[in-house]
């Protein structure tokens, strides 16, 4: 038997520590959460990305009864394809809302968001930063690989 191990290198940090662009993009990854539509969850997500021209882009989840809605990764990265093809992404911010005020703890993306994000970094050749945003800390991923060392797609 062979044993492997896994470790990924998160940076904690406080928001005083981010760079005024990092500022900007966990600012507008909480906005983002204002345009949530969680009624079934209760728990409203925010992303936002910076494409490396510069634009900033916003998501935010959408449910709906079937629960067959959108998380607000998808939702910012899939705006991004769609409105800017063949223009990378950089940095992404994520942060979430519920019960009257953001999390203590950064939250991490669900499996679905990890692998659409991961395509993302794989079709663009270079890593994008990751910044998950709680109350208490911030954690910063130097790759969305980093999310999903074990990935469907072959690197």
């Given at each position: 038997m062979v044993e492997?191990?896994?470790?990924?290198?998160?940076q904690?940090?406080?928001?005083?520590?981010?760079?005024?662009?990092?500022?900007?993009?966990?600012?507008l990854?909480?906005?983002?959460?204002?345009?949530?539509?969680?009624?079934?969850?209760?728990?409203h997500?925010?992303?936002?990305?910076?494409?490396?021209?510069?634009?900033m882009i916003?998501?935010?989840?959408?449910?709906n009864a079937?629960?067959?809605?959108i998380?607000?990764?998808r939702?910012?990265f899939?705006?991004?394809?769609?409105?800017?093809?063949?223009?990378?992404?950089?940095?992404?911010?994520?942060?979430a809302?519920?019960?009257?005020?953001?999390?203590d703890?950064p939250c991490?993306?669900c499996?679905?968001?990890?692998?659409a994000?991961?395509?993302?970094?794989?079709?663009?050749?270079?890593?994008?930063?990751?910044l998950?945003?709680g109350?208490?800390?911030?954690y910063?991923?130097?790759?969305?690989?980093?999310?999903?060392?074990?990935?469907?797609?072959?690197?």
């Open positions: 492997k191990k896994i470790t990924t290198k998160i904690v940090l406080a928001y005083t520590e981010l760079n005024e662009t990092e500022k900007k993009l966990v600012d990854a909480k906005e983002a959460t204002k345009g949530s539509y969680a009624p079934y969850s209760n728990f997500v925010g992303a936002a990305i910076l494409l490396e021209n510069g634009v916003k998501g935010a989840n959408q449910e079937a629960f067959a809605g998380c607000g990764e939702s910012a899939y705006n991004a394809g769609a409105n800017y093809p063949g223009v990378d992404i950089t940095l992404v911010a994520i942060t809302f519920t019960n009257g005020d953001f999390v703890d991490s993306p499996g679905m968001c990890r692998q994000m991961l395509e993302f970094e794989k079709n663009a050749k270079q890593p994008i930063q990751v998950l945003v109350k208490k800390a911030i910063k991923l130097n790759s969305v690989a980093d999310l999903l060392p074990l990935s469907f797609v072959d690197f």
